[in-house]
C-alpha cells in the first residue's frame, strides 16, 4: 500500500508550483475579496451602531424610564407614583418660533428643571459644561443663531417672551432619543412655556418625565406597575433598552438588507470561484496526471491543490476582512445623516468572524467538486479529459458538499439577526441556482435536437451549446445571475428614484400653521388675507389621543393587551393627531359605511382609516375607546376611510363626528396655500406678531431635506447592491475566461481546416448571442421579482420600476457580455496551431 504524502512535502510541491502572483487563482481571489469585504464592512457597520445605541442607551433616553404624555402634564398623583421610582426631571417639548426683529427661524422647544439632564451634560460652544439655563436664558443651536445672526449675550422671543441666548448648543446628551423635530432644538427653563402661554389648554405640546431608578428596580416592572394603577393616562413609555426605537427599527431593516446583499455576493461569487477553481485544475490536468504516473495517489493530489486553493482562499478573505473594516468609516461619512451615531473606525471580532466563516465556507463548496474530479481519475482519463470529459457521479459530492452547505446553513440561521428573512434568502438562492442548472440542462437538450441551421457558422455556434466539455451549465448560471444582478440594480433604482417623486410632492401647503386659537379663527384669516389677498386657508381642530380598546360593543380588545400590533396599526402605539368635522376631509373616501349628517347630534361617531382597520379587524358598528387629555371618551364606528397620504395635507387615521370631541379644549391647524408667482413677502412676520404662540413652518425647506435624505438613502442602497453587480462582473469574466480554456482545442483544429480570424469571432458571436438571448428574458423575471421582493417587502414602498430604463439596462448588459466574449476570444487567434496541438 503506497504511503501518504506528508503535508510537509505537499506544501513545499504546492508552494514551488504556486506562482506568487496566484496566477490562475485570481478569480477566486476576486471573488472571496468582494463577497467576505462586503459582509465584513455590513457586520461592523451595524455591528457598531448596535452596540452603540445599547451602550449609551441610558444617555440616549435621559434616564432609565421616560414617560410622556400630549397637551397636559402629569397630575400629582401621577408624578408622585413616578417619584418613588427615583430622581426625576420633567419638561416639555413643542414646536415654536424664535423672533429677532424680522428674522425669525422655526425650533423645537426643549423646556427643563432644575435637574435636567439627569444624565450626561450639556457642552456650548465655547466649551462650557453646564445643566438647565436659568431663568430668562436661552441655549440656541448653531443652525438657529446663524438665521437670526445671533451670537451670545443677544436677545430673541420666543411665544412674545423676551429671553437672552446664553450659549450656542454644541453636544445635547439627549439629541437622538428626541427624535425628529419640525426644527432645531432651543432649551430653556420649564417656567418659560407657562409664562407665554404655549401650555394653555388646547395647546400642542408633549410633557416628558424622566428617571433614574434606585438600585434594583426593573425598568418594564416599573412601567407595567404605573400603567396598572393608571390605566386611562395615556402615558407612552421608553426605557434605556429602546431609547431609540425608530433609529433601532431603521437600523435592523437596513442591516437585514446589507446581509443579504453580501450574502448574494458570496453566491455569486461562490460560482465564479467553482469556475475558477476549474479552469485552475484544467491548466495543470498535465502536472496532476504527471504526479499520478510518478505515484502520487488521489489524497495527494487532494492535499497539494487543497493548500494552494487553501491559501488563495485564506489570502482572499484577509484582503476581503482588511477592506471591509477600513471602508466601514466611509460607508459612515457616505450615509451621512441617515445613520443615528458615527460608526468610525471599528474592529468587530463577531463580525470579521462570521465573514471569514462565510468566504471559506463558500470556497470550500464550491471548489469541492472540481477538485474531487481532478483526484478521482487515473492519469489516462485525465491526458484525454479534452476529448472525453470526465464526470463525477452526484454520491461522490453528497457528503462533502452537503456538510459545507449544512455548514453555511447553520451559520446563516445562528448569526442572522432575523433567521426567517435570512431562510427564505437560502431557499431563494437555492431555488435560484436549482433553476439555472436545470435550464442549462434543457438549453444543451434543446440545442441537441432542434433543426441544424443552413448557415455554418450558426450550425457550430448551435453545436458548441451540447458538444461534449460544452461549458453551458456554468455559463447559464454565471449569465444568468449576472444579468439578474444588471436588472434588480436597474429595477431598485428606479423604483426608489419614483418612490421619492411620489411621496415627497414637488407641489404642497406653503405653510403650516400649529396652535392657532379656537376662538381667533378668523383673526388669524384676516391677518393671512391682509398680506398675501389670494391665499388658500384651510384649518382642522387638532388634538391629540391613545386608543385604548375597540372592537363589538360586547367584547372589546384592550391595546394594553395586544402582544404583537401589526405594522400597518401603528396608530395603536402611542398617541396619534385626531381631529372632527362636519364633512368629509379632503382627500379621503368613504368606502364602507356612511358621513354622518353636517348637523349630527345624536350617538358619538367615528371613522377609521381603512389600513388600520382591517389590520386589527375593525368593522362598521364597532366601538372605539380613546383617551384625551386623561379622559376617556368613547364612539360607535361609522365609517371606513382610505386616506391619499400624498397630499401632504392634514391626514388623521381617526375622525370624529363634531359632538365627541367638541367639548375638548383644543387649537386648530392650519395650511396656507399660495397661489404660484405671489409673494409671501411679510407673511411670516405679521403671523408671529399677531399670535405670538402659534409655531409657523415653511414646507419648502422640509421637503428638500426630505428629498436629499431619502436620495442619501437611495444612494446608499445602490452603492451596497452594486457589489452583488461587481461580484456578478467577476463571475462573467470568470466562466468566459474558462469557456475560452475549453475552446482552445476547438479553434485550433478549426484553424487548421481553414477557417479565418473573422469565422471564429462569429462563431463566439454566434454562441454567447444565443445564450444571451435566453437568458435576458431569465434575467428580467428573475431581477424584477427579487428586486419586487426588496422595495415592497424590506423597505415597504411601492413597487414603481421604469421598464423602458430596466430594458435599457439589460440591453447594455447583454451587449457588454458580447464585448467580454469577444475580447476574450483575441487570445485564442494569437494561439499557433503546431504550439497548442503538442500542449494538449
Known amino acids: ?38 459582509l465584513s464592512a455590513i457586520g461592523t457597520l451595524t455591528g457598531s451602531i448596535a452596540d452603540e445605541l445599547e451602550t449609551r442607551g441610558r444617555e440616549i433616553l435621559g434616564g432609565d424610564v421616560e414617560a410622556s404624555v400630549w397637551q397636559r402634564e402629569p397630575s400629582s398623583e401621577e408624578l408622585a407614583a413616578i417619584r418613588e421610582l427615583g430622581t426625576v426631571s420633567t419638561g416639555y417639548r413643542m414646536q415654536a418660533i424664535a423672533v429677532k426683529g424680522e428674522l425669525s427661524a422655526p425650533i423645537a422647544l426643549k423646556s427643563v428643571d432644575s435637574n435636567w439632564p439627569l444624565i450626561g451634560t450639556l457642552e456650548l460652544a465655547d466649551g462650557r459644561k453646564v445643566g438647565a439655563p436659568p431663568s430668562g436664558v436661552v441655549y440656541l443651536s448653531q443652525g438657529t443663531a446663524e438665521r437670526l445672526d445671533l451670537s451670545k449675550g443677544a436677545s430673541i422671543t420666543i411665544g412674545g417672551t423676551a429671553l437672552d441666548v446664553g450659549g450656542i448648543i454644541a453636544k445635547e446628551p439627549e439629541k437622538l432619543g428626541e427624535g425628529f423635530n419640525l426644527g432645531d432644538i432651543a432649551i430653556t427653563r420649564d417656567d418659560m412655556p407657562r409664562r407665554a402661554g404655549l401650555t394653555a389648554p388646547g395647546a400642542m405640546y408633549r410633557t416628558k418625565t424622566r428617571a433614574v431608578l434606585k438600585p434594583g428596580i426593573d425598568p418594564g416592572r416599573a412601567i407595567k406597575d404605573i400603567e396598572e394603577r393608571f390605566p386611562a393616562a395615556g402615558f407612552e413609555f421608553r426605557t434605556r433598552d429602546n431609547a431609540s426605537p425608530g433609529t433601532e427599527r431603521f437600523v435592523s431593516r437596513m442591516g437585514e438588507f446589507l446581509v443579504l446583499v ?71 461619512q457616505l450615509l451621512g445623516e441617515i445613520l443615528p451615531v458615527s460608526p468610525g473606525f471599528v474592529l468587530d471580532g463577531s463580525a470579521l468572524l462570521t465573514a471569514s466563516t462565510y468566504g471559506l465556507l463558500v470556497a470550500f463548496i464550491f471548489s469541492a467538486p472540481p477538485l474531487i474530479r481532478a483526484k478521482s481519475f487515473p492519469a489516462m ?22 456538510a459545507g452547505l449544512a455548514a453555511i446553513v447553520a451559520t446563516v440561521l445562528v448569526t442572522a439577526s432575523n433567521p426567517q428573512i435570512s431562510a427564505l434568502f437560502l431557499a431563494g438562492a437555492a431555488g435560484v441556482l436549482g433553476f439555472l442548472g436545470l435550464l ?37 448560471t454565471a449569465l444568468g445571475f449576472g444579468l439578474s444582478a444588471f436588472v434588480l440594480l436597474a429595477a431598485i433604482q428606479t423604483s426608489l428614484d419614483a418612490n421619492i417623486r411620489a411621496r415627497i410632492p414637488h407641489r ?25 389677498p389670494r391665499a388658500q386657508i384651510r384649518t382642522v381642530p387638532a388634538l391629540r389621543a391613545r386608543i385604548l380598546a375597540y372592537g363589538p360593543e360586547s367584547a372589546m380588545t384592550r391595546v394594553s393587551n395586544v ?33 354622518w349628517p353636517a348637523d349630527w347630534v345624536g350617538e358619538p361617531l367615528v371613522s377609521v382609516e381603512d389600513e388600520l382597520a382591517d389590520a386589527v379587524g375593525i368593522e362598521i358598528g364597532d366601538m372605539m375607546t380613546i383617551s384625551v387629555l386623561g379622559v376617556e371618551r368613547s364612539a360607535r364606528v361609522a365609517s371606513i376611510r382610505r386616506i391619499d397620504w400624498q397630499n401632504l395635507s392634514f391626514n388623521n387615521v381617526l ?52 428629498r436629499a435624505l431619502l436620495s442619501q438613502m437611495s444612494a446608499a442602497i445602490l452603492s451596497a447592491a452594486s457589489v452583488a453587480v461587481l461580484a456578478g462582473l467577476a463571475v462573467l469574466l470568470g466562466a468566459i475566461a474558462a469557456a475560452r480554456a475549453s475552446r482552445t482545442y ?51 414602498f411601492d413597487w414603481l420600476p421604469d421598464w423602458p430604463k430596466i430594458l435599457a439596462v439589460l440591453v447594455a448588459g447583454v451587449a457588454l457580455i458580447l464585448g467580454f466574449a469577444l475580447a476574450g476570444s483575441l487570445q485564442l487567434l494569437r494561439a499557433k496551431p503546431a504550439q497548442a496541438l503538442r500542449e494538449l
Open 746 to 796: 476547438d479553434n485550433v483544429i478549426l484553424r487548421v481546416l481553414g477557417a479565418s480570424r473573422r469565422q471564429l469571432l462569429l462563431l463566439q458571436l454566434a454562441e454567447y448571442g444565443l445564450l444571451a438571448l435566453i437568458l435576458s428574458g431569465v434575467a428580467l423575471v428573475l431581477g424584477s421579482a427579487i428586486g419586487w421582493a426588496v422595495i415592497t417587502g424590506l423597505f415597504e
Open 508 to 532: 404642497a401647503p406653503d405653510y403650516f400653521v400649529l396652535d392657532v386659537p379656537k376662538d381667533g379663527e378668523e383673526q388669524f384669516r384676516q391677518a393671512v388675507l391682509d398680506t398675501v
Open 440 to 476: 442549462g440542462w434543457a438549453i444543451r437538450k434543446g440545442a441537441e435536437h432542434v433543426p441544424r441551421p443552413r448557415n455554418p457558422l450558426l450550425r457550430a455556434g448551435l453545436a458548441n451549446l451540447h458538444r461534449p466539455s460544452a461549458q453551458t451549465g456554468s455559463l447559464v
Open 262 to 332: 453580501g450574502l448574494a455576493a458570496l453566491v455569486i461569487a461562490g460560482i465564479g470561484i467553482g469556475g475558477g477553481v476549474s479552469s485552475y485544475l484544467e491548466a495543470r490536468r498535465a502536472s496532476i496526471a504527471t504526479f499520478k504516473v510518478l505515484g502520487a495517489t488521489s489524497q495527494d493530489i487532494a492535499r497539494i491543490y487543497l493548500l494552494q486553493i487553501g491559501l488563495a482562499a485564506v489570502v482572499g478573505s484577509l484582503a476581503g476582512l482588511t477592506a471591509g473594516v477600513l471602508v466601514t468609516p466611509l460607508l459612515g
Open 563 to 595: 402582544e404583537h400590533i401589526p405594522d400597518n396599526a401603528w396608530a395603536l402605539r402611542g398617541e396619534r393627531g385626531i381631529t372632527y368635522h362636519a364633512k368629509l376631509p379632503q382627500g379621503n373616501e368613504v368606502i364602507r359605511g356612511e358621513w
Open 1 to 38: 500500500m503506497t504511503a501518504r504524502l506528508p503535508w510537509g512535502m505537499a506544501w513545499r510541491i504546492a508552494r514551488r508550483e504556486l506562482s506568487a502572483r496566484f496566477r490562475g487563482l485570481r478569480l477566486l481571489l476576486v471573488c472571496l475579496f468582494l463577497g467576505v469585504g462586503a
Open 381 to 402: 482519463a485525465l491526458m484525454r479529459a479534452r476529448v472525453s470529459p470526465l464526470t463525477v457521479p452526484p454520491r461522490q459530492l453528497f457528503w462533502t458538499v452537503g
Open 655 to 706: 375622525v370624529f363626528s363634531p359632538n365627541t370631541l367638541a367639548d375638548v379644549p383644543h387649537n386648530l391647524a392650519a395650511t396656507i396655500n399660495v397661489p404660484a408667482g405671489v409673494t409671501t413677502q411679510g407673511l411670516l412676520g405679521q403671523l408671529v406678531r399677531a399670535f405670538p404662540s402659534t409655531s409657523v413652518i415653511e414646507t419648502g425647506g422640509l421637503l428638500r431635506e426630505a
